[in-house]
């Protein structure tokens, strides 16, 4: 489910619309950030995408001397950030939603930062390698007094120090401020005998990676729970799914429906016909429901309490693993139990 439309979105902007149905038709099964987060790991489409796209950002920064990188910015223009959206191409797309999801908060201004090592490869104004943004952004006054805007570092950097070539000698009062300001922010900058490179600073070992960025960005979009997740690695998947559903009170059960609108005849439990079908009910108090805990205290040999609510359940539930009870009875039984037994044991008792 996670991969779904990897080859489109590794290109091209998903449309909101339809992103928005694939989220909802995904949501009905599962949805969520990480386990911690109260969710099933299993990520937004809209991240996906974003994260995606993205990964052109660092090709582009990383190789530009790639050809593909030549043709780009014989196109468009040889600033990445920049492009003109007005032609709706591919291109101006892609750029548009990097830069939009910096300016929506879901990643950091210097996601993408450069170390600086002689300075040739970055560019003074618009590359972020002083603090966390751009001096274009932060300086947006002096830049415009600069003559040469395109320099790179290496450029204004001569014989250890600055050399500043303003359009006018006497800055004027609030530039001169702007001014010392720079000149503190930047004299911190030592050049050094090492080629520039480029980090992501989300990673921890600063080289880009889809999965890094989208963890991060649907750790800001998705919703989170404070419950996190339990996640039982010895149970088939499709039962923590079911338990993740039945803990939220999303099961498809006659009062869930009846409370969502849903037009049902009757919100009666069909297996009893006594009591009404909500998770209480159905699992821990209806008749068949009692009979089935007293076949699995026998089957577990287990000093088990009798439940009237999941969250008496659960609250026993993990007392007992904490105490390994249930877990010990359980494998004792997988142990001495082949799955043959285990149907045998379904179909003539339960
Ligand atoms: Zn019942």
Redesign the pocket.
């Given at each position: 489910m996670g991969s779904l439309g990897i080859y489109f979105m590794s290109l091209f902007k998903c449309p909101e619309t339809v992103t928005k149905k694939l989220e909802a038709i995904r949501a009905r099964f599962f949805w969520g950030a990480s386990y911690e987060k109260g969710g099933l790991n299993v990520g937004s489409l809209q991240a996906f995408n974003i994260a995606l796209l993205q990964k052109w950002r660092w090709r582009y920064l990383v190789h530009p001397g790639d050809l593909w990188v030549s043709v780009i910015q014989a196109i468009h223009g040889n600033r990445f950030d920049k492009v003109n959206v007005s032609s709706h191409s591919t291109w101006s797309t892609l750029v548009t939603t990097c830069n939009d999801s910096v300016s929506n908060g879901f990643l950091p201004n210097d996601a993408f930062f450069t170390k600086v090592g002689n300075g040739s490869s970055v560019r003074f104004w618009f590359d972020t390698w002083c603090g966390n943004s751009s001096l274009f952004t932060r300086f947006n006054r002096l830049f415009h007094l600069d003559l040469n805007q395109q320099d790179t570092i290496a450029n204004k950097w001569c014989n250890g120090e600055w050399v500043w070539t303003w359009s006018r000698s006497n800055l004027g009062g609030r530039n001169s401020v702007l001014f010392e300001e720079l000149k503190s922010l930047v004299s911190q900058f030592h050049a050094v005998d090492r080629d520039d490179y480029w980090t992501f600073s989300i990673s921890s070992d600063g080289l880009f990676s889809v999965k890094v960025a989208r963890d991060y960005i649907d750790h800001i979009m998705l919703p989170s729970s404070s419950v996190a997740t339990i996640w039982f690695k010895f149970i088939p998947r499709k039962v923590n799914i079911f338990l993740w559903r039945l803990s939220r009170d999303a099961l498809p059960l006659h009062w869930n429906l009846s409370a969502k609108g849903i037009d049902i005849s009757s919100i009666v439990?069909p297996?009893?016909n006594?009591?009404i079908?909500n998770v209480d009910?159905?699992f821990f108090s209806?008749?068949?429901a009692k009979e089935i805990w007293i076949k699995i205290r026998v089957w577990l040999n287990c000093n088990m309490p009798s439940f009237g609510s999941w969250e008496s359940f659960l609250s026993w539930i993990e007392g007992s693993f904490s105490n390994n009870v249930v877990l010990f009875a359980v494998k004792k039984k997988m142990n001495n139990t082949t799955s043959k037994d285990t149907r045998a044991v379904y179909k003539s008792d339960v």
């Open positions: 439990c297996v009893c006594n009591g079908e009910h159905l209806c008749s068949v």
